[in-house]
């Protein structure tokens, strides 16, 4: 059998397609690993890289195209709606195929070292690779963002796992971690008014004592002149239609409205299944019988 993980490094570049393009290429330059999905957003201004393979392969393939990264964006210029700390911005290894978390997190600490060595780059192990309880959580260390964690890098309890405490000059720092898989999906609200996509975010994230594995923020679409919930979801843990029903629930307390929901990168079949079933109302329905890929 096959031993498969997934990479989905964030990359802090939405709108240069030259760039993104110079990443994507060095994302799909080694053999054993393929990018099956970028997801760019201009408002956030970051792109999604989806690459997946052997664990060799993976790693070598996101070690390219975070230098593709260092080399080509400069975080003294960056503007985004969406929280980050550099140029490489969070970047979870997933299982896939016949590897445990417990490999993934040593596959994390090769990857980080080298980047730290190699690049320059500090780098801050979350989640399941988190060497202490207080990086656990990814927006434990976003939250000063890519501004305030300049000031400060160099005081012992922001020391980073990888890499001297000092911020690249151009690429900031690069959060790095290991998880099972997740949903990022986005809901957009009928208004600007982001104080209002920030406390139906806080409704159901895990932080504030909502579902395990929810992850939420509320933010301001400036283009759109709308708001989202911006969501990271454990399908297997809350079915994304419970997320948007709740977020419908929640916005009408406010006498606003889901005008639109979109999916960032890769969803698994099973997920849009359980919407269908869901919203289609379906009734003695056998999907393993009964959808037509499944059966060929």
Not at 6 to 31: L, T
Not at 48 to 63: K, Q, Y
Not at 95 to 115: H, M, N, S, W, Y
Not at 206 to 234: F, H, L, W
């Amino acid at each position: 059998m096959a031993r498969i993980i997934e990479c989905i490094p964030n990359f802090s570049e939405g709108k240069n397609q030259k760039v993104i393009d110079e990443i994507s290429r060095a994302a799909s330059s080694v053999e054993g690993a393929s990018l099956i999905n970028v997801n760019v957003d201009p408002a956030y201004n970051r792109c999604v890289h989806t690459i997946i393979g052997e664990p060799e392969a993976v790693l070598e393939a996101t070690f390219r195209a975070c230098k593709a990264a260092v080399k080509n964006i400069d975080m003294n210029y960056h503007k985004g709606e969406h929280p980050r700390i550099g140029a490489i911005d969070a970047s979870p290894i997933v299982p896939v195929e016949d590897v445990t978390l417990e490999e993934c997190v040593e596959f994390a600490k090769l990857l980080g070292q080298r980047i730290a060595n190699e690049l320059d780059v500090p780098v801050y192990l979350y989640e399941k690779a988190a060497q202490c309880p207080q990086r656990i959580k990814l927006q434990n260390i976003r939250h000063p963002e890519y501004e305030g964690l300049l000031e400060l890098i160099d005081k012992p309890e922001w020391k980073p796992d990888f890499g001297n405490p000092k911020m690249h000059p151009t690429a900031g720092a690069m959060p790095l971690g290991v998880r099972g898989p997740l949903i990022a999906f986005n809901i957009t609200l009928n208004t600007p008014d982001v104080h209002i996509a920030k406390k139906i975010a806080q409704s159901f994230r895990e932080a504030k004592g909502g579902y395990t594995d929810a992850r939420a923020i509320g933010v301001y679409i400036p283009g759109k002149n709308v708001c989202q919930v911006s969501c990271m979801i454990n399908y297997k843990v809350v079915p994304l239609y419970r997320i948007i029903e709740m977020v419908r629930s929640e916005a009408r307390r406010y006498g606003l409205s889901i005008i639109g929901t979109e999916v960032c990168g890769m969803i698994p079949r099973e997920a849009l299944m359980d919407c269908c079933e869901y919203y289609m109302q379906l009734e003695n329905f056998d999907r393993r019988k009964q959808v037509l890929e499944e059966l060929l």
